[in-house]
């Protein structure tokens, strides 16, 4: 079955700087990326997605890469600001007929002020 | 309405109680979910639900028992818990991936319902 692998686990970076958070995915026929954001105490929210016909996808501060050889994907947010503080997910989609979000463990993101 | 609502937003119960948890959806999609959430973790799938039928049980345990009554509905009946199924339990719905039209995947999530188990 899909395995997905995340990292870091804990990530600190300056009010400004760029933050990366990797994933590594097990089954090659996985079609779809999500990445979810959670804040404390909230509901997982959808920041950006990704299939695997694409191999970027970009919103505002906000990029997604797919490396579907290597079979990772990452997550890229420039600007960071103290509200992207969160924790963040990965998610790994098999095709289409299954409904089976393979999630990654979680990175904590702490953007300092 | 793009939201899911969950009902309550906590619970505590004791372990010989019998309680609901409620979750619905107003976007027409055909599929819904039940999550297990614990701290610090990601979510972990329960049930899934697709055009009111039962696609898939993770092996949960016979206390937690799924119901869907209608395509916009979604209930988890809880009974006997244990203390260690304390948790965040999420609620999501999506369009199904065999019917859709629309190329989307995307499962939007409810608040959840923080449930503690004395």
């Known amino acids: 079955g899909e395995n997905v692998e995340q990292h870091p686990s804990t990530l600190s970076v300056q009010e400004g700087d760029s933050a990366v958070i990797k994933c590594t995915y097990s089954?090659?026929?996985?079609?779809?990326f999500p990445w979810y954001k959670q804040e404390l105490g909230k509901r997982p929210q959808l920041i950006i997605d990704?299939?695997?016909?694409?191999g970027e996808k970009k919103d505002q501060r906000i990029a997604v890469t797919l490396n579907k050889t290597a079979k990772h994907f990452s997550l890229h947010i420039t600007e960071t600001q103290p509200e992207d503080s969160a924790v963040y997910f990965c998610?790994?989609?098999?095709?289409?007929?299954?409904?089976?979000?393979?999630f990654g463990t979680g990175t904590r993101l702490k953007v300092l002020a | 309405d793009t939201e899911v609502t969950q009902t309550p937003k906590h619970l505590v119960m004791g372990m010989t109680n019998k309680k609901s948890l409620k979750c619905e959806q107003h976007?027409?999609?055909?599929?819904m979910y039940w999550y297990k959430q614990k701290a610090k973790k990601p979510p972990e799938l329960m049930f899934v639900?697709?055009?009111?039928?039962?696609?898939i049980n993770e092996s949960v345990p016979s206390r937690f028992s799924p119901e869907c009554p209608n395509s916009s509905l979604l209930n988890l009946h809880l009974h006997a818990l244990q203390p260690e199924d304390s948790a965040l339990y999420l609620c999501?719905?999506?369009?199904?991936?065999?019917?859709?039209?629309?190329?989307?995947?995307?499962?939007?999530f409810g608040p959840g319902t923080r449930l503690t188990v004395l």
């Open positions: 999501a719905s999506s369009h199904p991936g065999l019917a859709a039209s629309i190329d989307s995947n995307e499962q939007f």
């Open positions: 089954d090659s026929a996985s079609n779809y």
């Open positions: 990704i299939r695997s016909n694409v």
């Open positions: 998610a790994a989609n098999p095709p289409r007929g299954t409904y089976k979000y393979i």
């Open positions: 976007m027409g999609h055909r599929a």
């Open positions: 639900y697709s055009y009111e039928k039962l696609s």
